[in-house]
């Protein structure tokens, strides 16, 4: 924990008060619905699953003041679940003026008791618990469960349960356990299911979703990845004005797609700088350049800052040692180029959605500090234009897709903002970088032509301080050992080593102790995350 929260960043940061308006707040020709999140871990995947739906999604924290929410023009409300129970003291709380009537509204979970408590009915802890798989015996197809069977297996996880719905209500299904399953109030469109709908263990929750949110809400299905592309465009064009952007460039697919669509939006008004710290894979720096300058036409500040890296690195051996050096070296370079440009007033970034939950919210603990969610040096004041922020990786990738980014590009597996330098275990070095680089490629290569690069999270190879006796053409060799990472991951968060065939395996270690001169040996590293971290830095 305390090793990824110091993490330092290659990328210029700022800090929540100079974010720019929410781009969205801008147009409301495309149907919305706010998901209000009181804590849940699936509060994202509701959004989610909004989305899929074509209907746009945002999610704001509980407690955001009712009149923010109507400026929002939401078609429809999603009180998500949580963990606090409603009779607890500092209990999550909205506004109550939610459940008037003035917006539709579904609540999941601790939503639906939070909304039988305000509206008088009655919630309890005393009831069964229900975790898992649960049979749920519909009462009442008429709105929310139109077109579903009566008795369904649904997913349960709760403590409290309401036990007596508000006046008004109607039961719309239960439970072996449970009298209030799903409830509803017509006259006021409330509508409560203590079910999950949005995990995949309940698999029609797609259809009470999306009967709430096309029935009951009268949502159209517009939003699709086209119509958000042409809605983040109008909003970056509004914010931008005549202003001018930059973008810096670190060769992964969030940073080219932002910089694909600001670019879109405002043309020549944005300049990308990447910088080149000589940390890069094999022909990342000239695969970068080809795509925005070259196919892009995009104006693109090149700066070759190899020499000025290694020389900052030399002599450095402690991991958070070289994070501090290579971070503080990226912000002094980007500083300088920014500067020769003139007066920039904003900063375009390719932030996500998990690297803003993951860095701590108000409703959500900190993971980690992700290097585009923290504070610039003061003097940097840019305002943030970060479209991506309430996307996943998944969806950035569609985007970038979109926006006719290279394949290449596209499906880049995610890369750690210091670079080769923490995979270059010990000392980095020019000629230790070629090696790891070489390696690397090798792990690359193989695992593209296997048809695996999209089935695994991340492949890379890492270079330790440690050197081995070998035996080549009848001669003792003692050369330098290399380790391959493969893992599987759905998030970064956990990662499970990869199961590559034997005969891959192989080929790797002989490719790379015969094309890579001075390394002997290479092991497969089969440790999960916990207790390993994927990086060995
Ligand atoms: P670990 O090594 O903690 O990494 O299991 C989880 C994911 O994060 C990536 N990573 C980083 N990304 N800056 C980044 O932007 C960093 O300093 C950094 N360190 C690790 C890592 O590659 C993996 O995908």
Known sequence: MTRVASRQSLAPQVGHEARTPRPDAHSSDVDTVIVLDFGAQYA??????VRESKVRSLILPYDTPFNELLGLRPKGLILSGGPASVYESGAPRCDPRIFSGHVPALGICYGMQLMAHELGGRTSAAGQREYGRTRLFVDDRADLFAGLEARLMCWMSHGDSVVAPPEGFAVLARTDHNPVAAMANRRLQQFGVQFHPEVTHTPWGTQVLQNFLYNVCGCRPQWTMASFIETQVAAIRHTVGAGRAICALSGGVDSAAAAA???????????????????????????????????????????DARDRFLGRLAGIVEPEEKRRAIGEEFIAVFNEEARKLGRVEFLVQGTLYPDVIESGTRT???????????G?????????IEPFRE???????????HLDLPDEMVW?????????????????????LTLARSADAIVVDELRTAGLMRKVWQAFAVLLPVNSVGVMGDARTYGHTVVVRVVTSEDGMTAD????????????????TREVPGITRVAYDITSKPPATIEWE
Do not use: Y
């Open 44 to 49: 994202q995947l509701i959004a989610r699953r």
């Open 497 to 512: 080593w990869a199961r590559l065939p034997d005969e891959l395996l192989e080929r790797l270690a002989n490719r790379i």
């Open 364 to 374: 959500a603990a900190r993971i980690k500090t992700h290097h585009n969610v923290g």
């Open 261 to 303: 669509l600001a670019h879109r939006a405002i043309g020549d008004q944005l300049t990308c700088i990447f910088v080149d710290h000589g940390l890069l894979r094999q022909g990342e720096p000239e695969q970068v350049i080809q795509t925005f300058r070259d196919s892009f036409q995009m104006p693109l500040a090149h700066v």
């Open 391 to 401: 996307l996943f990786k998944d969806e950035v990738r569609e985007v970038a897709r």
């Open 412 to 432: 880049r597996h995610p890369f750690p903002g210091p670079g080769l330098a923490i995979r270059v275990l010990g000392e980095v070095s020019a000629d230790r």
């Open 376 to 384: 610039l040096p003061a003097q940097m004041q840019f305002r943030l």
